[in-house]
């Protein structure tokens, strides 16, 4: 068997250690943070947080669902990222729902909201008919 | 009256399908069907949203009908009437209104949170607030980004970079101001700093896209596509809602990339572009470039019909001269006579060829060229070679050879189409002018490159002719 410098055996040893303590200290760090933020949103996770996981999941999931567009359709993916983003329908739907008699400034919500309802109805009425009308003319060999 | 929860879970399956609608378009033959996939989402979203806010206050569900009629027909009426080489302005205006939209959702979520189930005036969370004033924001640089790169498109304003002096510093100042008022906003809410937001964004959506040159729109207008994505994003995180998050992030993605395979299509990095000053519609005068002399072959419509009807294969390379002469028509009969006679005829498309990615393939499509005939520039290049005709229509520097060879070239290191190693090389051209870069092209003085000066539609209708 080889011979083994004991000094070297001790520096292995102390570093060893060394890296047990930090790690120990890390984890403390960590419940303590952890503690902190639970805290914060009285024992619960934030649903923030949710939100956060699905936006950045979803962005990963477009990432790959774009790079698998063929180059051809480009033009259609950006009329029809176009449309779909026309589901701020959603929230032009909500304003519109506010009864403008209702005092404060609900008057003015609520006109906001129709002419955001008639920009949102502009983009989802053509953007869903121009991709179909460019996606028909593209056809196979024969 | 909706249960919330269901609500949510019905935004999701909404947020799903518009996930398939993008998965459609990996393929043409699933295309269409992403696209029903799309609107099946969009109906749910929408239906969803409407039922959960029932009851509907009589009046205010005629407001609902009358919004969507108007909004509707306009909608209807622009996607059946455009010309397919309006696409790109189409677009732009598109991403117009979803920007305007998304500012006009926030303000009135500012105006009456309780609509939203955002609390009560002057009460909402601080960090809803900065989500709202962040898609505001974003909503109104889009608004006005796309208005302008729009009035470009449309030739409605001049093409070239229009250089303001101090641009950049006149730039950061107001992204400083930006950062400040929404910083001001969150914690009070007053509706005066919402409004300071708006306008600041709406200067900052001018300035940013005025100095891009035309030659440059199509990383302009896949990048505000991708800024449209992100408003949607911003007002879902508002609203709690699914649907919005989830396309605002697919969108915000498909855009972002957009950008950076039309960057790369022209080897220019997205900074380089964002500062502006590169690739006016017409070429750029060089006072120091030496007037050019050297002879170049001419050719007639004649000729040109019978060095291709010679021809055992001929590759076709489309540009947006093409476009703008609206000649892809006559491009598909002069293609089908051709084939007609056994002539092998293959498209070659760069990609930054025309004014927005995938532009090219549009026009031919509607050309009724079949899309198994068109290809990518890493598929196509290796056959170059064996082609006995290159037939460029309206394109000049994506054939440009010193983009391989001229390290001083501004389009240095562009990947291009390699029609020099043709065996002909027919170039039909308005006129000598250089292109968008403002290089000289050196094919133009080669021996086996003849010229075709004129409109690429009368050229190509006078080609058909002779060929009988």
Redesign the interface.
């Known amino acids: 068997m080889a011979e083994v410098d004991p000094q070297l055996l001790d520096k292995i040893q102390a570093a060893t250690r060394a890296a047990w303590h930090a790690a120990d200290a890390v984890q403390a760090y960590a419940e303590q943070i952890a503690a902190g933020a639970s805290a914060a949103s009285g024992g619960a996770i934030d649903p923030f947080i949710f939100r956060l996981a699905i936006f950045a999941l979803a962005v990963i999931v477009g990432y790959y669902v774009v790079w698998a567009v063929t180059p051809a359709l480009h033009t259609p993916l950006m009329s029809v990222t176009n449309a779909i983003s026309s589901v701020i329908v959603v929230g032009a739907l909500l304003s519109s729902g506010i009864d403008p008699s209702s005092g404060n400034d609900s008057g003015i919500a609520h006109v906001f909201g129709f002419l955001a309802l008639t920009l949102a109805s502009v983009n989802i009425f053509g953007g869903f008919l121009v991709t179909e009308r460019m996606l028909s003319m593209f056809k196979k060999k024969g | 009256m909706l249960n919330g929860n269901i609500a949510a879970l019905l935004?999701l399956v909404?947020?799903i399908l518009?996930?398939l609608?993008?998965?459609g378009?990996?393929?043409?033959e699933t295309?269409?069907q992403?696209?029903w996939f799309?609107?099946i989402?969009?109906g749910i979203?929408?239906a969803?949203?409407?039922f959960y806010?029932l009851p509907?206050?009589f009046?205010?569900f005629l407001?609902?009908l009358?919004?969507?009629a108007?909004?509707?027909?306009?909608?209807?009426w622009?996607?059946?009437t455009?010309e397919?080489t309006a696409?790109p302005q189409?677009?732009a205006l598109?991403?117009a209104?979803?920007g305007?939209?998304?500012v006009?959702?926030a303000?009135?979520?500012l105006?009456?949170p309780?609509?939203?189930g955002l609390g009560v005036?002057n009460e909402i969370h601080g960090?809803t607030l900065f989500e709202m004033s962040l898609g505001a924001a974003i909503g109104a640089i889009t608004f006005t980004g796309s208005v302008i790169a729009f009035l470009k498109l449309d030739g409605r304003m001049t093409g070239n970079p229009i250089l303001l002096a101090n641009r950049h510093a006149i730039n950061i100042g107001l992204g400083i101001l930006l950062a400040v008022s929404i910083f001001a906003f969150v914690p009070t809410a007053a509706h005066l700093v919402f409004w300071l937001i708006v306008l600041v964004s709406f200067a900052l959506g001018v300035l940013l896209i005025v100095p891009i040159g035309g030659a440059d729109m199509p990383v302009v207008?896949?990048m505000l596509?991708s800024y449209?994505?992100w408003a949607?994003?911003a007002?879902?995180?508002t609203?709690?809602?699914?649907?919005?998050?989830?396309?605002?992030?697919?969108?915000?993605?498909?855009?972002a990339?957009?950008s950076y395979?039309m960057c790369r299509g022209m080897n220019r990095s997205f900074i380089s572009v964002m500062l502006g000053g590169f690739g006016g519609e017409t070429a750029v005068p060089a006072g120091t470039r030496e007037a050019e002399t050297r002879p170049v072959k001419q050719g007639s419509a004649e000729g040109a019909a019978k060095i291709l009807l010679a021809a055992k294969k001929v590759i076709v390379v489309p540009g947006y001269g093409m476009a703008v002469a609206q000649a892809q028509h006559v491009v598909g009969v002069m293609a089908d006579i051709l084939k007609s006679k056994g002539v092998d005829v293959k498209y070659a498309?760069h990609?930054v060829a025309g004014r927005?990615?995938?532009?090219m393939?549009?026009l031919l499509?509607?050309a009724?060229v079949?899309?198994?005939?068109?290809f990518?520039l890493t598929d196509i290049n290796p056959e170059f070679p064996d082609a006995d005709v290159a037939f460029v229509i309206g394109a000049n520097d994506i054939t440009n050879p010193a983009a391989k060879t001229d390290s001083s070239s501004p389009i240095y290191g562009m990947p291009i189409l390699d029609v020099e190693h043709a065996k002909d090389v027919l170039f039909v051209k308005r006129g000598m002018g250089t292109g968008y870069a403002g290089v000289e092209n050196e094919l133009f003085f080669r021996p086996n490159t003849t010229m075709l000066f004129g409109d690429a539609k009368k050229m190509v209708d006078a080609i058909v002719k002779a060929m009988g």
């Open positions: 935004y909404s947020g518009f996930i609608a993008l998965r378009l990996s393929s043409p295309a269409r992403g696209n799309g609107v989402g969009m979203a929408a969803t949203t409407f806010q509907w206050g009046s205010s407001w609902v009358l919004a969507v108007i909004g509707g027909s306009i909608g209807v622009r996607a059946r455009i397919m696409m189409l677009v598109f991403h209104l979803i305007l939209a998304a006009f959702v303000a009135s979520a105006y009456a309780q609509g939203f005036r960090s207008i896949s596509n449209s994505g949607a994003a007002i879902g995180f609203l709690v809602n699914l649907a919005l998050i989830i396309t605002g992030a697919l969108v915000g993605s498909s855009g990339i957009l395979v498309i990609p927005m990615p995938g532009h393939n549009v499509a509607e009724n079949p899309y198994d005939e068109v990518e």
